[in-house]
């Protein structure tokens, strides 16, 4: 039996895939390319030196998806593919709305018919909006901020209704906090288009020359430098989650919500000294105006990911701002050759 891995050209879904091959899982890929390259499936490829069948197929097209099922024996799915700009969602809502929405609709749909009642779901801490204390436990009041956010949450609450009208269903929801690094490798990575919007990126393309000077937003924060404080945590360490997720979905039915983060909340400033410490580049900055919807303070509680799921963060601050450096001199200009 095959797991379904939607958006696995993405950054979360290519590192992820790289581990379930090399746990031995047989997968089965979808993806739209509308933010990611064929390539990165090639790297992943590459890596592991492992294969697995491949669909360039939009979850909106309800026929070519079922297709896919047709076609294979899946039993399972692993659910990324999603637009996920925060600010282009308050300026394009409709096209979140139906991409995210309207894609896990169909997605669930499909799984339903074909039997398939097994998914493990990409959500944000951004469904903690901004949370009255941190650090954050799964049963925190729930709002957001944007419709990027709201997508997530309504997703959240869809997959719950779905697993009250049917309890065959195994739903399991991992809130990633900032995923940031990339593999060891350096042969896949994150690959922004055009500016990017999120500070690892950013000042990765600093260190390498590209841009000149990261804008460090706001430094009067309620923080203990002022700047905005978030959990980051390594993308391989967060791709391990998803196949501690998908053995545990495999062994309970249910709807389980899980923190995956470190634990640990790191400053823009603490970020800017690791990364100089990591790489021995000095990062240029100067210090900006907030940016509108910037929360102070952002870090998970992850004990439950660790009692239930056997799982913990095992990189620090310093591999991730190393491995991500790594990717970026390596594949200066992302996937593109
Ligand atoms: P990404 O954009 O790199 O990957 C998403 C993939 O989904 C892309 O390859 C894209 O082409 C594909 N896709 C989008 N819409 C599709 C559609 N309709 N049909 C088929 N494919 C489609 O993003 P990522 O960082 O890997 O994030 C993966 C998931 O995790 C997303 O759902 C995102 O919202 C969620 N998430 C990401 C972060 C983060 O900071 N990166 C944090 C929390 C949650
Ligand atoms: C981190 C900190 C900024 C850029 C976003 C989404 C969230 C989730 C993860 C998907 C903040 C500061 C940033 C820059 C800066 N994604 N910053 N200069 O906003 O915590 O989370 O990505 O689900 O939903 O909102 O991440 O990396 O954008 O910002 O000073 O150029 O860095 O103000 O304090 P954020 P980020």
Redesign the pocket.
């Given at each position: 039996m095959a797991i379904l891995i939607t958006g696995g050209a993405g950054y979360i879904g290519s590192h992820t895939m790289v581990e379930l091959l090399e746990a031995g899982r047989e997968l089965v890929v979808v993806d739209n390319f509308v933010n990611s390259k064929a390539e990165s499936l090639k790297r992943v490829k590459q890596i592991t030196g492992k294969d697995f069948k491949f669909y360039e197929v939009d979850l909106l097209d309800y026929d070519a998806l079922n297709k896919v099922f047709e076609e294979n024996d899946i039993d399972s799915c692993i659910h990324f593919a999603g637009l996920?700009a925060?600010g282009e969602s308050c300026s394009k809502p409709l096209l979140y709305y139906h991409n995210n929405i309207t894609g896990t609709l169909n997605l669930c749909d499909i799984m339903q018919k074909h039997g398939a009642k097994r998914i493990v779901f990409s959500s944000?801490?951004?469904v903690y909006g901004n949370p009255a204390s941190v650090p954050i436990t799964e049963d925190f009041p729930l709002s957001t901020t944007n419709p990027?956010?709201e997508t997530?949450l309504t997703i959240e609450r869809i997959l719950k209704d779905l697993h009250a009208a049917d309890n065959e269903w195994s739903v399991s929801i991992l809130r990633?906090f900032?995923?940031i690094g990339a593999h060891k490798s350096g042969l896949i990575g994150e690959d922004p288009q055009g500016i990017?919007?999120?500070?690892?990126p950013?000042i990765t393309q600093v260190a390498s020359g590209r841009r000149e000077c990261?804008?460090?937003?706001?430094n009067d924060y309620k923080t203990h430098d002022g700047?905005?404080?978030?959990d980051y945590i390594h993308v391989v360490d967060l791709a391990k989650a998803h196949l501690k997720a998908i053995e545990r979905a495999e062994t309970v039915t249910g709807v389980e919500h899980f923190n995956i983060g470190t634990g640990v909340g790191y400053s823009?400033l603490d970020i800017v000294k690791a990364y100089e410490k990591a790489t021995g580049i000095t990062i240029n900055y100067k210090i900006t105006a907030?940016?509108p919807g910037?929360i102070d303070e952002?870090y998970a509680n992850p004990t439950k990911a660790l009692n239930v799921l056997s799982w913990k963060a095992e990189n620090n601050i310093e591999d991730m701002c190393r491995d991500s450096y790594n990717w970026q001199i390596k594949n200066p200009n992302g996937y593109e050759a």
């Open positions: 996920k925060v944000s801490a951004t990027y956010g997530k990633y900032n995923p990017p919007n999120n500070l690892l950013y990261l804008s460090v937003f706001g700047t905005g404080v978030r823009v907030r940016r910037d952002c």
